[in-house]
C-alpha cells in the first residue's frame, strides 16, 4: 500500500483526456496535486523536465502525457508518435529516478500486445508476436516506457510501474475527424448527420472489429486505486473484460445521439487489430470495478461534446 497522503502528486498530461481525469479523481485524497502547462514545461526538453522535478520535488508521479490519436493519425504519423512519446516518457521517468520520486506509475496502451494475441489478453502476451503495422510505432514507444520502468525498478529499487488501459473515451477525447478514436469520432459524425437531416452517415473499415470501451473517469479511478496498492513489475491491464464490434457501437452512438439513418462502411480505410479484449483478471481480483455502462459513459461523452465542441470548426 502507497500511502498519498500529504505527498505531492505530478500529474504530466493534466490537460488530456485520461489525465485530467486522474487530476479529477486524485482530488478526493489527500494529496496536493502538482501540474504544468505545455507552454510553461515542454516534457521533450530532458534538461526542463529535470529543473521541474528538481523544484518541484514531487513524492509520486502519473505519467500520463503521450502523442495520441487514432488508427489514421497512428498510421500516418509514425515518426511523432514514435519520436515524442520515447522522449517525453525516458525524460520523465529518469528525472523522477534522479530526483528521489517515491513511486511513478507510467501509463501505456493495449496496443502494446501482439495483434493476433488470444483473447483476452493477459499481461503475458507482451512481447510473444509481432505488432499491428498501423500502430506498431506507438506500440514500440509505450514498449519502451514499460521496460524503462523495469529497468529501474531492477537496477535501483524504483517503485515505478505501468498500467495498460484498453481503448477509452469520455469528456476532453479528440473530436477532429481525422486524428481521433472511434468513439468521438462517431459522436460527432452521428451530431452532424443529424442535425443536417442526412440519412446516413459512414464508419471506417468494415465495422467487425471488436473493441472494449473504458469511460475514462473508470481508467482514472483504476490509476489511483494501483497506485496505492500496486507494486510489481509485471505491468496490469486496465479493462472489464467485454468487447463489442464497431458497427454494436456505431448503433449505440447513434441511439444516444438520436441519429435514426443508415449507416455505411468505408472500407478503404483500415480496420487494425481485429479484436482487443484484455484480460484484466489481475485488477479484478484486487477487488477494482468500473462504474460506467458503455450507454451512460456515451451519453455523458455526448453531453460533454455539446457543450465543449460542438459549434467549434473542425
Ligand atoms: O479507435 P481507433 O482509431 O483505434 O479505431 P484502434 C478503432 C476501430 O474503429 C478501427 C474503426 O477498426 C477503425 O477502422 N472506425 C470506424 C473508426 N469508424 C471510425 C472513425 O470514424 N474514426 C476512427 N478513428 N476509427 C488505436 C491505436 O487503435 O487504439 C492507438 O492506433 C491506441 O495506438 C488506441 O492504442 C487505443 O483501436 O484501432
Redesign the pocket.
Known sequence: MYSLSGKRVWVAGHRGMVGSAITRSLASEDCEIIVADRQKLDLTRQEDVQQFLLKEKPHAVVMAAAK?????A?DTMPADFIYQNLVMEANVIEASFRNGVEKLLFLG???IYPKYASQPIREEALLTGSLEP??EW??VAKIAGVKLCQAYRKQYRADFISVMPT??YGPRDNFD?VT????P??IR?AHDAKIRNLDRLR???SGT?R?EFLYSEDCADAVVFLLKHYSEAEHINIGFGSDIT?IELARLVCDVVGFKGDIDLDTS?????PR?LLSSKKLLSMGWRPKTSIEVGLAKSYEWFIRNVADNPR
Open positions: 495520441v490519436g487514432g488508427i489514421l497512428n496502451s493495449s496496443c498501423t500502430n506507438y506500440a481503448n477509452l475527424l481521433s478514436h472511434v468513439v469520432a462517431l459524425k464508419i471506417w473499415g472489429p473493441r464497431i480505410k483500415p480496420d487494425g487489430t482487443k
